[in-house]
């Protein structure tokens, strides 16, 4: 029996769950919004030989970091890297805009419909802890040393309350270097 691509696996995945998304034939790649309690965020989704690319945008209703807040942000983003080693969160000094990039390994092992779930998952939970420091840090309301351990302390409860660590998962772990 043949493996599902990985891609096919997310079309499903997201048709299931109801999650919108568009297909980019030209660039073998799939956008969707992914949701997100204000708003939806945007992935772009692509597939390499060894690879499948993830990368996300901050909420639609979020406007580019004015100039003056970008260093306090790209503090705050360097911080989190050290924290989330899987996750690259980045700032393009020249848009203002903020996102996030990550990538699962398609080689030995094909990612399953579980990986993914938990992806998605993780990715939520990402997206619930870190978004509202880094917005705080934009608007200059915080500094990036306390949005950081703000953001910590975000994922360490979920962390409790979810079942998982984002560094360690027992079996297949996708998200593994």
């Not at 043949?2 to 769950?17: D, G, S």
């Not at 660039?27 to 390499?48: D, H, K, M, T």
Request: aromatic share 8%; hydrophobic share 40%.
């Amino acid at each position: 029996m043949t493996a599902q691509a990985p891609l096919e696996i997310l079309r499903q995945h997201f048709t299931q769950t109801g999650i919108t998304y568009e297909e980019d034939p030209r660039n073998n790649r799939i956008v969707c919004l992914f949701p997100y309690p204000e708003e939806p965020v945007c992935i772009v989704i692509a597939e390499s030989p060894h690879f499948i690319e993830f990368h996300v945008t901050m909420p639609k209703d979020v406007g580019p970091v004015p100039a003056a807040h970008q260093p306090a942000v790209a503090e705050l983003l360097h911080r989190l890297n050290h924290t989330l080693t899987r996750f690259v969160w980045l700032l393009d000094f020249d848009t203002g805009d903020i996102f996030c990039h990550f990538h699962v390994p398609t080689a030995p092992h094909p990612p399953r419909d579980e990986d993914f779930q938990d992806i998605l998952r993780r990715l939520t939970v990402l997206l619930t802890a870190m978004v509202p420091p880094i917005l705080d840090v934009a608007a200059g309301n915080s500094s990036p040393t306390e949005a950081a351990r703000q953001a910590q302390r975000e994922i360490e409860y979920a962390t409790v309350q979810m079942g998982f660590n984002f560094g360690e998962r027992v079996g297949h772990d996708p998200l593994s270097n």
